[in-house]
């Protein structure tokens, strides 16, 4: 058992929709980042904070890696591969249902002669057969040279222990970068515009396109102890709007009591929360959102 603190950066690449968030929440030992059915729900290059013992293992929950078509989807790539960059650890996360060789074999490509102790989890292996697995394993461990292979459940847990500690052991001796409480370094004015816009995409799954963001627009402490937040929801086009506000306002209303449920238990005091919709068909080219939405600006 270590004496002394280690502190390192593991950096979750992945296919979009391979689980990589469901593995930071499972990892992390609660939520710290926006889980959907929807591919690409994350975005910005989240941190979740980790410990086991008398380690801390900083986690980049990267946006799925894809071929990028807009300057939305570059500047979530260039994030994804940032996190990779100075990690003492690369943990690849493979959905072993629905692989997605497309996206899979570029990631697989260009991890190939990447330095650093490269990981791979098999994620769903709850709904996959054994010998599959196992020839699957053998194949990418070939194609990119993986030092171990896990093969896990980020949903049902199974296998998280026996890969959380093994992430331990990798990391170097050093001082822990952020408290022991602490576990993102997201503000929370960006984790409550995350938590609307996951409920915003599980909510209207088939109906709404990708094209969609959250924009934190005050968050203020009341005397009370209570929490106000005020957040835009800006969509591309006027014919999402009626499907975002739903008859007589009652879906934006939905989304909004899910969201403030959850922002409350994450905080733990009452939330009043706010939202209002904006249509900006241009959205997607605005420096300012991407600064507020924790993306860097990629020309």
Known sequence: MKTTPHCGLIAILGAPNAG?????????GQKVAAVSAKAQTTRARLL???IDGRTQMILADTPGIFAPKRR???AMVAAAWEGASEADAILLVVDAVKLRRHELTPIVEALKGRKERKLLALNKVDAS???PLLKLAEELVAAAGF???FFISALTGDGVPELKARLAELMPEAEWHYPEDQVSDASERLMAAEITREQLYRQLHEELPYDAAVRPESYTSRKDGSVEIRQQIVIARESQKPIVLGARGAKIKAIGEAARIELAALLGVKVHLFLHVKVDEAWAESREIYDEIGLDWVK
């Open 147 to 149: 030092h171990e292979v």
């Open 129 to 131: 057969a054994k010998e």
């Open 20 to 28: 990589k968030s469901t593995l930071v929440n499972a990892l992390v």
């Open 48 to 50: 979740g904070i980790a």
């Open 72 to 74: 939305l989807d570059r």
